[in-house]
């Protein structure tokens, strides 16, 4: 075998193999780390495979060129074949079971209700109260930003446009309890006792907030 008669060249083949297992294997686990962090928020292996890709783009041709070059260098021995290409192979496997995984664990430790807040703020009248109300209701996604304050608390809704969360809202709080006191194109209120109910995306995001009757609007954002 050529691998036999030249000790160096397979010396090089050998190193080569080993840096673009190396390259694939910590691109996926430095991408999944990342992804779980930074990655879509809709729970889609799909999502995270794409995104996985595209970030993982330049990594990925590394170890595509270094297992290239080991092809060619053993290309008269089938082992160094077939090890080159497997390197190849998993890399790009690894990268999009990472995105997909990193995905599904993103959207998990989303928050399924909003934040009301640390125990000092959150034990304030209205933010007690909000976040019992928010308990008690199903909601059409999970949550990103919040904010919280003595009268109340809200959040911004990931994944869904204002249509689908007023639409969801206007079938479930009525169920609940709540009497609708506004419904437009960017605003859906209601009132059950002394807390308020608004969904709204006057602000880009789509958010809702509980408050207490009397307070004003305790968003700070816009």
């Known amino acids: 075998m050529v691998i036999e ?6 010396s090089v083949v050998v190193v080569l193999l080993v840096l673009s297992a190396l390259v694939g294997a910590g691109t996926a686990l430095i991408l999944y780390i990342f992804l779980i962090e930074y990655g879509p928020t809709s729970g889609s292996r799909v999502d995270g495979a794409v995104q996985g890709l595209t970030f993982a783009a330049v990594p990925l041709l590394v170890a595509g060129v270094l297992a290239a070059v080991a092809f060619g260098l053993g290309r008269r021995s089938s082992w160094v074949r077939s090890l080159a290409v497997a390197a190849a192979v ?3 496997c690894g990268v999009l079971v990472a995105g997909a995984q990193a995905a599904v664990g993103k959207y998990d430790r989303l928050a399924k209700v909003p934040d009301c807040g640390t125990a000092e703020v959150g034990g304030s009248p209205g933010a007690r109260v909000a976040r019992e109300a928010f308990a008690d209701l199903e ?12 009268q109340g608390c809200g959040a911004d809704l990931l994944n ?3 249509a689908e969360a007023a639409a969801h809202y206007r079938d479930r709080l ?3 309890g709540w009497a609708i006191t506004r419904d437009n194109s960017s605003e859906l209120a209601a009132r059950r006792n002394d807390l308020i109910f608004v969904l709204t995306e006057r602000c880009g995001p789509v958010s809702v907030e509980m408050r207490l009757a009397d307070a004003g609007d305790i968003s700070t954002r816009c």
Do not use: C, M, Q
């Open 160 to 162: 869904v446009t204002f």
């Open 174 to 176: 009525p169920a609940a």
């Open 139 to 150: 909601h059409p996604g999970p949550f990103g930003a919040s904010w919280n304050g003595i």
């Open 5 to 10: 008669k030249a000790p160096a060249r397979s």
């Open 90 to 92: 998993l890399s790009v």
